[in-house]
């Protein structure tokens, strides 16, 4: 609610100009204009809205308006935008509107509320009498400052739904409705403005008169409770007197004058002290006012009026009607006692009464409504009586009679109800003239607002109540209040006297009354005059001083010294008492209960050992900051250290952890009675912490002698002594002043705390602004749920990332990091790796001692401590700003300084948290185990909604902390688990929690351990004597100390058991048998779960123990946790890696047979390069007999990295770091099946190669660095080095990327490359303009030698090598330093190598590999031929081997489209269906499958899908009857498929293409995974001389009929369809053009397929007719001109004529020529067109025949374009990695060239796939390549040794392949 009004603040500050546009122009000329923002609180709505308007005491008028039904509806309002009054409606003139009007498009938020009188309407009435002239005929109010409920609202229904919509300005409909959803919402905080542009008064002066409004708006306090107030009660009228009014009014029955009339009475109370209104209605109204309106108007000091009404007037909105008709009462009693059928029955006249009513609302209606709904009649039941009600719903229409005329808008609706239907038979009488005239003669006095139309207005209606149950409030202190009762005839005076009795009886009842002639001081001073003995008095003053200050609450642990204090609680009529045996379990019990009440609760004890049995709970409340009042009872001073009876010295007894402690003298008339209350006064001010900000328990040591009863006479045991006192000793002024009121003799005001100017937050609120910032908001154990939703409301503003503690409250809320201890057991998201910038620390301290570690190694530029004391919080002294403030004084800061809120984690942790969650669900509650942490995870699962939570320290709350199951409820109130964890303690937890629940009356649940339980076991007495509670105490019982096998002495088993895990055979069944507590024994999950679901939904209400017993060892629960953290570790680590996509081209060496043998090197580039750097290097590599895989590193070339969110800052610090870089490598190496290789680096390359070394040696046979650093060994180095490379990132994204190059090559460092070196420069610098700035100055930052983890022992190592320029100096001294400690450790190196350790590389610098990469390529060919035969290294099976296929089958295929697709001839098609292939081989014992799709496209294959079944299945049966050997030579596509299918299958060289395509994609996919190749394409590669690449570039496709401009996406390639209207498609293609150039830039490129549609003259035309723009962007046009029947040499011939035509403008692409024509490679050899492209169609062609065309185009110059047929994920997995193998850049292409981009888009169209995850999710349409990209997922999933699966319509086609088939 604060940072609501200091928003509001800050929005209309922000509005300097007039803002007519968002405001409502009025009929008048006004303007209107309501600013909100949505508040967030705890507890009902109606609580809130309550102690809101209860706080704005003082400023008027104030308001309130509330529904019926409790927090459906409540609105609330101080000050007045706008009052509408008498002189506004024309003064007493009865023609004259009594409610505002407002415009239609006025917002329905903007509302009046107000009132109109009684008689307003009567031409007769009498003149407004002075107690009511300040609400005059009408007085309405348009509340400058508003706070609603936002619960619901009433809709059109008239019933109750959800308040939806803002106001009308969109100012604050970011703030009141976008946050819904992502937090709690229950309320709204309005500012309503109303100027008048040149008029009554201006916009500055109503902004600075709201401005004014909103800075002195209050905070909600504690309500308001009245005590000791009475009342002296009269009335005008004796009850003879008014039966006598009854009696006349019989006799006007029986002369016809009156059918009906509402008599009423006023009773007068005045009251001994002033009372606010809104504190006056809570007091009257009691838990709830459900049934009942509520309505307070106070319009101007001193005058205020209070309504509690059940009976609605109207309800308009639009056009539509509510009203209703309650008459007829019986006391409550009687209905309860024969029910409503019988008691409608009993009383004619009641039903009379009712009828009467009922014909007359009526026969209004029918003013304006024939369409009348009726309800059925039913009884309304009150507190204190019951009324017959009967609703009415009516829709206005225009209905003419003579007797009305009538507006049927909203506003004269309203006012007709106004007019005609007030006041009702129900309140005034029938005929309405004689009843309103027979009142004037008869009532004494004013009836006001009393039985008056009252409510709100808005623009579209009203809503008006009959203001019954009411009361007058003049002056604070004098209370007329109203009430009626109808007489008809036969009624009864007395019975109406009584009725009208039980009617006022909320207000009259509730003050009592007072005597007359009595003073309240005079009495109270009189009655403590009376008190027997000193002890009694002074035990009474201090007790009711503490009542006074708000302690009410009193835990007594009796003995005979502390009787006084003891008679004193029990006796004062406004004290809670409950009695502890035992004093240890007392305390505890009082500090759960102050807990729960957030106030000081007294716990009262006899002398000695009684006092300290307080200490445990006593530090525990100081360590937390818990109030406690310590009220000791002692022996008179002189008696200690006497050797007297239960005699202790017992002040200063609790040492530093009392705040304040006195010892008191024994009660004597020489210590004033004044300075008692005083030192009451400063007690409870030191425990609520108003002095030092720091509240805690405070200790009063109360000496008493003898009397200790309250008794009189003779001392006990001295009868020579008396125990009178003097009277006198009372009669002070300053006594006489503190009886004559309820107050405190003194109140200490708790100090206002605003951060104001403070550099810190300011530096804070920076970091916050900007985009990639990372934040980290720590939040420890909050209080209450208020600072929940504050640190929930800083984090949204902040952005931060909430590690938040189970005892904060927002552990399981949305926008958290869930599960972040288990999260950090991953090693890729060390604090250092993360680049922290800010950590903020708010709450207590953490639980979880890995996020303590996490925070301190963090070392962020600013760890700010928030604090409410000034205490120091620093554990581990790591801590740069400690802010000793409140966390709503920080909150507040935030808003003033303008951040705005954010909903939601960062992205980043959001994914780890669910996959996180995924993780330990699984293993929790689908494994069935019964475990501690599923007991843990299961409570916070099953919690009741509204229940809170305890937690005992020791394993269950690290449990609670570590798996609690997160919410996706923002809008349950977040309130904090309660934990002892001040001292972290497990003494007296269940006592606490028994207090705690009796504190909070909501049900609560305790989880606690088995010794825990025993050590407070004593507290189930307490448990079986607490009534209604409901407090369920969950044992985890796990016999004996288990948390210790967690810690080091765990290994020393000797003693761990004995003396550490305290193993017992506690009983706890008999426990809570002898004690009375019900007991549930639960052994299994399935068990506890039903328990603790019962648990809580307990009727009735009550205490049980649900025992969970373990059966699981203190070892196997060590390995449950080890087991949940690792999982969840293991899937964070895939889940980042899954966002690195890294870019990489293999290249299969040529000659395998030197003497050196074949290795496999991986190649890594330095910063800002590409694995194209190493291209010179590849190529002597491969001639060598070498693999070469060179690798793409993050944040260069084609590697993908995250999402490429803007100002993901998490997601960058993580997935640029060089652990994650490693991890990233290792699995590729491990997708690829890449074994033992050589991994070569440069310089940052270098440093990736040695930590992969580092990390995994298994995975590396040797290590090579160029000119990289081992590592920086000193933690100064290390922040100097992060230091100077933020700089340079900086200035990369500062200044154009071309400078940057041009003065990092001139940096010393290259050793003056660029002129020793001009043309290596040029080639090099033209690769590096290539690189994403951005993407390298996060490389640079997240992979800084800075944050490397040393390698230097790699130099010890025989297997690592080392190179450097011999220019370059500065990596001379590494090489040296390397060599030195290479010899040095040479004496215990496990290897010998032919090969030079270090090499220099003399005529080369920095640039090691562009300058000299044949000395590089020779160096590591000596490497390899050093290592040949050290350790022979697994081989792949040879090609000549044979796979033996062992299971054959098919599954149908039916996929969904987004949209019946329109192809380029034929029907548009609805579905897809097809064929999936399935062969399950061996060889070597390796099983596994490969599967294949037949899917034939209509109008596209010549076959259709049945024939091409019939074919398959034939093929399969062949198979499966007689199962063939396939050799591995067949992936080589060399020809060896097509031979091998020709004899193997019945039909071998019959095939249907669709049948051939799909069997050559299962039967590579099988080879390839049962070799362990590294992809599909590696044979085939090396066999054509083609590299494959990690990335296929996808182009986007433009269907022919479709929007053009629709399908820009995100790629810079696009496929256009043409071939209809030269003209027309030009145009198209020249708009398309232009709009991709400005949306995509120069690198946006055009594909265009006329699908040889046109004749020669129409396709020159369309090219002729294309912009030079297009002509630019065209790459080329497929198939321009019709197909001749002369053959493909004059089909050819047409080509060169259209070339020659349109001057070889655009070049062409060569399609469904070589599929359906004779069209072959020989005759393309020959054609002189510009023939660039072959686009080729695998589905048609076969796999093995497209890869021959592919590397025929690639020599000839053309781009082979790989182009699918809507196939689904299975089929474009194959035709991608098929794609990828066409990677290598053809010679001879013409200088514009074609983008390797493939027409693979195709699954756009699909609305499912049968791959999982489907093939869309590997496609990254953002990555900086020409097209979309199909990754190296695609290989993955047709590699990876896991079981991969796809999805089906039915379960039953869900397949899954494995060892054996499982459908």
Excluded at 326 to 343: D, M, N, R, S, Y
């Amino acid at each position: 609610l604060a940072l609501a009004a200091r928003q509001l603040v800050q929005i209309l500050s922000a509005l300097d100009e007039t803002p007519e546009e968002e405001a409502a122009l009025q009929p008048d000329g006004w303007h209107l204009l309501r600013l909100e923002v949505a508040v967030a609180s705890p507890g009902t709505s109606t609580g809130l809205v309550m102690d809101w308007l209860e706080a704005q005491a003082g400023v008027f008028p104030r308001v309130l308006f509330s529904t019926r039904d409790a927090g459906s509806f409540l609105v609330a309002g101080s000050g007045a935008a706008h009052v509408y009054s008498d002189a506004a409606c024309g003064g007493g003139d009865p023609a004259g509107t009594v409610l505002p009007e407002l415009s239609p498009q006025t917002n329905e938020r903007i509302r009046y509320v107000g009132g109109v009188r009684f008689d307003a309407f009567d031409p007769e009435g009498q003149h407004v009498r002075p107690e009511w002239e300040p609400f005059g005929r009408c007085c309405w109010v348009l509340p400058r400052v508003e706070l609603s409920s936002t619960g619901s609202r009433l809709n059109s229904s008239g019933g109750e739904s959800s308040e939806a919509g803002s106001s009308c300005p969109s100012l604050s409909r970011s703030e009141a409705e976008d946050s819904r959803g992502h937090r709690l919402v229950n309320a709204v905080l309005a500012v309503q403005l109303r100027w008048q542009p040149g008029g009554g008064r201006s916009w500055a002066v109503e902004r600075r008169l709201s401005l004014e409004a909103l800075k002195n708006v209050r905070l909600c306090q504690a309500p308001i409770v009245y005590r000791g107030i009475h009342a002296r009660r009269s009335e005008e009228h004796s009850q003879d007197e008014f039966e006598a009014k009854v009696r006349e009014a019989l006799k006007a029955f029986e002369g016809g004058q009156l059918r009906k009339v509402v008599l009423a009475r006023r009773v007068d109370l005045q009251l001994t002290q002033q009372v606010d209104a809104v504190a006056l209605l809570r007091h009257v109204m009691g838990k709830t006012h459900r049934k009942q309106y509520l309505f307070v108007f106070e319009p101007v000091p001193g005058a205020a009026f209070v309504s509690l009404t059940p009976e609605r007037l109207c309800r308009v909105q639009g056009t539509d009607l509510w009203t209703e008709a309650v008459a007829g009462t019986w006391p409550i009693a009687e209905f309860e006692k024969i029910g409503e059928a019988a008691l409608l029955a009993s009383s004619q006249k009641n039903n009379n009464e009712h009828q009467l009513v009922v014909d007359y609302i009526r026969e209004i209606l029918g003013h304006v409504s024939k369409q009348i709904k009726v309800c059925d009649t039913h009884i309304l039941k009150l507190k204190n009586l019951v009324h017959i009600k009967q609703s009415y719903h009516a829709i206005a229409k225009v209905i003419q009679t003579q007797a009305v005329a009538q507006r049927l808008d909203a506003h004269g609706l309203s006012l007709f109800f106004c007019e005609h239907m007030s006041p009702t038979p129900a309140v005034c009488g029938l005929p309405l003239a004689h009843s309103r005239r027979f009142l004037r003669g008869i009532e004494p006095f004013d009836r006001g607002l009393y039985a008056a139309p009252c409510g709100i207005v808005n623009s579209r209606g009203s809503e008006l109540i009959v203001a019954l149950r009411s009361c007058l409030v003049r002056g604070g202190s004098h209370l007329h209040v109203y009430a009626g009762a109808g007489i008809v005839p036969g009624s009864s005076p007395s019975e109406e006297f009584a009725e009208i009795s039980l009617k006022m009886q909320q207000f009259t009842e509730a003050f009592p009354v007072l005597a007359a002639g009595s003073e309240q001081a005079t009495l109270r001073l009189k009655s403590l005059g009376e008190l027997p003995n000193m002890n009694t008095l002074w035990a009474s003053l201090i007790v009711e001083e503490c009542v006074r200050l708000g302690v009410t609450n009193f835990v007594i642990c009796a003995g005979s010294r502390s009787t006084p204090l003891v008679v004193a609680v029990a006796r004062h009529p406004h004290t809670q008492a409950v009695v502890n045996h035992d004093e240890r379990s007392g305390a505890f019990y009082a500090l759960g209960w102050a807990k729960a009440t957030r106030r000081p609760v007294g716990i009262i004890v006899t002398s000695g050992t009684a006092v300290a049995n307080l200490l445990p709970a006593v530090v525990e409340a100081a360590m937390s900051q818990v109030p406690l009042l310590l009220l000791t009872a002692d022996r008179p001073a002189e008696l200690r250290e006497t050797g007297a009876n239960q005699t202790i010295t017992q002040p200063g007894i609790f040492g530093p952890y009392a705040r304040w402690v006195k010892d008191m003298p024994c009660p004597t008339v020489e210590f004033p009675a004044q300075a008692l209350l005083g030192d009451i006064d400063l007690a409870i001010a030191h425990a609520d912490g108003l002095l030092s900000g720091n509240p805690g328990p405070v200790h009063l040591n109360m000496c008493f002698r003898e009397n200790l009863a309250p008794d009189g006479g003779a001392v006990r045991g001295a009868p020579e002594r008396t125990s009178a006192w003097d009277p006198s000793y009372l009669d002070t002024p300053q006594m006489h002043r503190w009886c004559s009121g309820n107050e405190p003799r003194s109140v200490y005001v708790r100090p206002v705390l605003s951060l104001g100017v403070s550099s810190v937050v300011d530096e804070l609120v920076e970091f916050a602004r900007r985009q990639d910032s990372r934040i980290i908001l720590l939040v420890g154990s909050l209080r209450h749920a208020d600072e929940a939703l504050m640190v929930e409301d800083m984090a949204q503003r902040l952005g931060a990332a909430v590690f938040a503690d189970i005892t904060s409250g927002l552990r399981q809320r949305p926008g958290v990091v869930h599960f972040a201890d288990q999260l950090l057991n991953c090693p890729l998201l060390a604090a250092d790796l993360l680049q922290i910038d800010v950590v903020l620390h708010v709450g207590g301290p953490l639980v979880s001692a890995r996020l303590n570690a996490f925070s301190k190694a963090a070392e962020p530029q600013l760890h700010i401590r928030v604090a409410h004391a000034p205490i120091r919080m620093d554990q581990d002294y790591t801590v740069t700003h400690h802010i000793p403030c409140s966390l709503q004084a920080l909150a507040e800061a935030l808003v003033e300084r303008g951040l705005s809120r954010y909903p939601g984690p960062p992205a980043f942790w959001k994914r780890l948290s669910d996959a996180a969650e995924e993780v330990v669900d699984a293993l929790l509650t689908q494994s069935g185990a019964f475990t501690e942490p599923f007991v843990a995870h299961t409570v916070s699962r099953l919690l009741h909604p509204g229940g809170h939570l305890q937690i005992s320290s020791s394993m269950p709350i690290r449990d609670l902390d570590f798996f609690s199951k997160p919410s996706l409820d923002a809008t349950l109130t977040p309130h904090p688990p309660v934990a002892n964890r001040g001292a972290a303690g497990i003494d007296g937890v269940m006592s606490t929690a028994a207090g705690f629940c009796h504190g909070v009356g909501a049900p609560t649940t305790l989880v606690i351990g088995d010794i825990a339980s025993i050590h407070d076991i004593n507290a189930l007495q307490q448990l079986a004597s607490a009534g209604d509670l409901s407090l369920t105490v969950v044992i985890v019982n796990n016999f004996g100390g288990g948390i210790f096998n967690f810690l080091p002495i765990a290994k020393h088993t000797d003693v761990l058991s004995q003396y550490f895990n305290e193993p017992h055979a506690v009983n706890f069944a008999a426990a809570c048998q002898a004690f009375g507590v019900a007991y549930t024994l639960c052994e299994s999950a399935r068990d506890f779960e039903f328990a603790y679901t019962q648990s809580q939904a307990p009727v009735p209400p009550g205490c049980r123990v649900i025992e969970a017993r373990m059966r699981v060892s203190h070892e196997d629960n060590v390995l449950v946790h080890k087991k949940l953290g690792q999982a969840v570790a293991e899937r964070a680590k895939a889940e980042i890696l899954s966002q690195i996509q890294l870019g990489w081209s293999h290249s299969v060496g040529t000659d395998a047979n030197q003497e050196a043998g074949n290795e496999t090197f991986v190649l890594l580039h330095g910063w800002l390069g590409e694995k194209a750097d190493w291209a010179d290097v590849t190529k002597l590599l491969t001639e060598s007999g070498h693999d070469v895989l060179s690798i793409d590193l993050p944040g260069h070339g084609v590697a993908e990295v995250g999402s490429n969110r803007v100002g993901d800052g998490w997601e960058a610090a993580a997935l640029y770091s060089l652990p994650v870089m490693v991890e990233a490598l290792s699995d590729v190496l491990q997708r690829l099946h890449i074994k033992c290789p050589i991994v070569a680096g440069y310089s940052l390359g270098g440093r990736v190669a040695m930590s992969l070394a580092t990390l995994h040696p298994e995975q590396v046979r040797g290590t090579v660095a160029l000119s990289a650093h081992p590592g920086l060994e000193s933690n100064i180095e290390r922040r100097q080095r992060c230091i100077g490379d933020a700089a340079v990132a900086r200035r990369l994204t500062a200044v154009s990327f071309a400078d940057f190059l041009k003065a990092w090559y001139a940096a010393p460092l290259w050793s003056g490359f660029v002129e020793r070196s001009p043309d290596v420069y040029a080639s090099m610098l033209a690769k590096r303009l290539r690189a994403r700035p951005k993407s390298a100055s996060l490389a640079l930052l997240g992979m800084s030698l800075g944050r490397q983890a040393s390698c230097w022992k790699l130099a010890s190592l025989h297997t690592f090598w080392y190179a450097y320029g011999g220019l370059d100096s500065k990596f001379a001294g590494v090489a040296a330093e390397i060599e030195r400690r290479s010899q040095a450790s040479a004496g215990v190196a496990n290897g010998k190598s032919t090969c030079p350790r270090v090499c220099s590389v003399a005529s080369a610098g920095h640039a090691v590999v562009e300058e000299c990469p044949r000395e590089v390529a020779s160096f590591l060919n000596q490497i390899a031929a050093s290592l040949c035969g050290t350790s022979p290294l697994p081989r792949p099976p040879p090609l000549g081997s044979v796979v033996q296929i062992k299971a054959v089958w098919s599954e149908p295929l039916e996929l969904a489209l987004k949209a019946p697709l329109l192809l380029s001839r034929g029907d548009p098609m609805p579905r897809r269906s097809g064929i999936l292939i399935v062969l399950q081989g061996v060889l070597s014992d390796v099983c596994a499958a490969g599967v294949g799709e037949v899917c034939p496209l209509p109008m596209f294959h010549q076959e259709s899908l049945a024939q091409a079944e019939e074919q398959l299945n034939l093929v399969l049966k062949a198979w499966s009857q007689k199962p063939p050997a396939v050799p591995l030579e067949l992936m080589r596509l060399n020809g060896a498929m097509g031979r091998w299918l020709a004899q193997s299958c019945p039909r071998g060289q019959e095939l249907l293409p669709s049948v051939r395509s799909g069997l050559e994609m299962a039967l590579l996919h099988l080879l390839g995974r049962v070799s362990g190749a590294p992809h599909l394409g590696a044979a085939a590669a090396a066999e054509h001389g083609l590299s494959c690449a990690s990335h296929a570039g996808i182009n986007a496709l433009v269907a022919r009929e479709e929007d053009l401009n629709g399908a820009l996406g995100g790629v810079t390639v696009v496929k256009v369809k043409v071939g209809k209207d030269p003209g027309e498609d030009a145009n198209r293609v020249n708009t398309l053009a232009n709009a991709l150039q400005i949306q995509r830039g120069p690198s946006a490129r055009l594909r265009l397929d006329a699908n040889q549609a046109w004749s020669v003259d129409d396709a020159a035309a369309f090219i002729n007719a294309l912009s030079e723009q297009s002509v630019e962007m065209v790459e080329y046009l497929e198939e321009p001109v019709q197909w001749t029947a002369e053959g493909a040499e004059s089909f050819l011939r047409s080509w060169e004529e259209l070339a020659e035509r349109t001057s070889n403008r655009i070049a062409f692409a060569v399609d469904e020529s070589l599929t359906e024509t004779a069209l072959s490679t020989r005759h393309l050899e020959a054609c002189e067109a510009p023939v660039v492209a072959l686009v080729l169609k695998p589905a048609l062609q076969g796999i093995e025949q497209t890869l021959k065309f592919a590397a025929w185009s690639l020599r000839h110059g053309a781009q082979p374009v790989v182009s699918s047929a809507f196939e689904s994920g299975v089929a474009l997995c194959h035709f991608a990695i098929l794609a990828a193998v066409m990677s290598a850049p053809a010679q001879g292409m013409r200088a514009s060239g074609v983008s390797a981009c493939h027409g693979l888009g195709t699954f756009t169209r699909l609305a499912e796939d049968v791959l999982d995850p489907p093939f869309a999710d590997l496609v990254d349409a953002t990555v900086a390549v020409a097209g979309a990209s199909a990754s190296s997922d695609a290989r993955r999933r047709l590699t990876e040794p896991r079981t991969p699966s796809w999805r089906a319509e039915r379960p039953s086609r869900r397949v899954t392949l494995g060892v054996e088939r499982s459908v």
